[in-house]
């Protein structure tokens, strides 16, 4: 499965109870410049490689959710790309200003269109971003039309709720990446990220539960050619599972997880050795962790 087809579905699964109302909270003003910083609680992912530009009114929390209205031409900001194309994922809906619930979203670099993505309701896409490898991009969402006057005084054409990276975790799956994961990469077609050791993760529940979670994981050079095998250890450090993936890299296990965040490593013995060719070490690699 495509991450942008398991956005999709899992957007249809996560958001099919929601209304998606236009409703508005009071929040005069937007960012005049960019990008933001410091660590806060805002749409923008916790990451080192994307940040919110110019073109954004302030960070909102009403009904529940959080979210920065746009009038147009909202900018975000690849800080960091290592490879010719960023994946973003973004999840959005049309405002009242639109008069629509279906529109065409614009991701525009340059001056250039080079992304048109169709929204219809409140909904994830994933925009993918022409970049360059050690050189900060900007990029702006754009919509023809809208404008309409509303209530506030603001033009509320469309809102944003989440800008992250397109990652090995999907969105609303409720599985979080913690430590000692390096960055998101893309090679040949494939997501995946690099795992020294103790790569952390959380999951999420509603309740005490068996949860089971599907891991697609190859081993790496620091390896030493030796067969992967992952224990999965809970916060206390005892093993609680262990992954044998298959040659394709596909392995499904299961973890006792209770109400809230449930913290766990990936941690496999015999790595460390380095490779000839990136200073890193590059024990294993995960695609995909995905609720089972």
Request: contains cysteine.
């Amino acid at each position: 499965m495509t991450l942008f087809r398991a956005c999709i579905l899992l957007s249809i699964a996560a958001l099919a109870a929601c209304a998606g109302t236009n409703a508005t909270a009071p929040a005069p003003g937007a960012t005049k410049s960019g990008p933001l910083t410091g660590k806060i609680a805002d749409i923008v992912d916790d990451t080192n490689d994307l940040a919110l530009g110019k073109g954004w009114y302030l960070y909102e929390t009403f009904a529940g959710q959080t979210f920065r209205w746009v009038n147009n031409n909202a900018q975000i900001i690849v800080r960091n790309p290592r490879t010719n194309v960023k994946d973003v994922a973004l999840e959005l809906e049309a405002g009242p200003s639109l008069g629509t619930k279906k529109f065409t979203l614009q991701i525009v670099e340059n001056g250039k269109t080079v992304a048109s993505i169709p929204v219809a309701g409140h909904q994830w896409v994933l925009a993918q971003v022409p970049v360059r490898p050690g050189a900060p991009s900007t990029f702006m969402l754009h919509v023809n039309g809208g404008g309409k006057q509303t209530s506030d005084p603001r033009i509320l054409n469309f809102r944003v709720f989440t800008v992250a990276d397109a990652d090995i975790v999907d969105p609303g799956s409720g599985i979080t990446l913690g430590g000692n994961w390096d960055i998101v990469e893309r090679y040949a077609g494939q997501t995946f990220r690099w795992v020294d050791n103790d790569a952390a993760f959380s999951v999420t529940s509603n309740g005490s539960k068996t949860q089971k979670i599907h891991i697609v994981t190859l081993p790496g050079p620091g390896m030493g050619g030796h067969q992967l095998a992952i224990a999965v250890r809970n916060a206390s450090g005892a093993t609680v599972a262990t992954i044998n993936p298959d040659k394709k890299g596909n392995a499904t296990f299961s973890v006792p997880v209770k109400s809230g965040a449930n913290a766990f490593t990936l941690h496999v013995t015999g790595g460390g050795k380095k490779a000839a060719s990136d200073p890193r070490i590059l024990d294993f690699r995960v695609f995909s962790l995905t609720p089972g």
